[in-house]
């Protein structure tokens, strides 16, 4: 049976052959992304700069607001965007950072790494850390609670289980832009695939990193690819 190619997805694979970026800061924090009407935790600002209205978010809250949200809703693009933000508000609270890693940690182990559900505990547990990972590149001194967690080699299980996803590509694609050349290009591609029949997906690939000015998220991570590609 044949897909029919969705207008955004025929729109981001055109794009590809456009023109490219410097990578302007860190992918997993600086690009909001689109998750639609889904609930995640309260976020108002741009990019990766805390509103006064965000900074009013009472961190203590972090592990149970963010853990409801994961476990109501199975999208791995709302799981995406929720770790960002739970970072992002993190950034002057490096307890509830800890707190909500420790637990997401608890939740990974007890879950079967065997069934869907538990793949995507296993990718929020790695997706957080890469996401913590990168807050050095706003917060010079963030003290970082995963500091030591391979956080790709948690994801890289967990596409084991859900190798067809396009969602947990395109999150892996991203977080081995810096590194694992042949394993990102292999993401990038399927995420691409992915977004053929997933609109959701489609329309975050055609979304530029940070303004109109600078790359899709397409041709960020097809660049990478790429590019390291041809280095090799």
């Not at 850390?129 to 890289?156: C, E, R």
């Not at 810096?178 to 997906?201: E, I, N, R, T, W």
């Amino acid at each position: 049976m044949k897909h029919k190619i969705l207008p955004y997805a025929a729109t981001l694979v055109a794009s590809l052959f456009f023109a490219t970026a410097t990578l302007a800061g860190p992918p997993l924090l600086c690009h909001s992304f689109d998750i639609g009407n889904a609930k995640s935790l309260p976020w108002s600002s741009a990019g990766w700069n805390i509103s006064p209205a965000d900074s009013s978010y009472v961190t203590k809250n972090l592990a149970a607001d963010t853990l409801s949200i994961l476990n109501s809703d199975p999208t791995v693009i709302v799981h995406m965007e929720t770790l960002r933000r739970a970072a992002l508000l993190s950034q002057n609270d490096p307890n509830a950072a800890r707190q909500l890693l420790l637990k997401l940690i608890a939740r990974s182990d007890a879950a079967s790494n065997s069934t869907r559900a538990g793949a995507l505990a296993l990718f929020d547990r790695g997706y957080f850390a890469a996401t913590l990972d990168q807050l050095h590149w706003i917060k010079k001194d963030y003290p970082n609670p995963a500091q030591g967690v391979d956080a790709y080699a948690l994801i890289k299980k967990s596409l084991a289980l859900r190798p067809d996803d396009g969602q947990m590509n395109f999150a892996a694609a991203l977080v081995t832009l810096d590194d694992h050349a042949a394993d990102q290009q292999g993401h990038a591609k399927m995420a691409l695939v992915g977004a053929q029949s997933d609109p959701l997906l489609a329309r975050n690939l055609a979304t530029h990193f940070m303004g109109p000015q600078t790359e899709t998220m397409s041709q960020m991570i097809n660049r990478n690819s790429t590019t390291k590609v041809a280095r090799q």
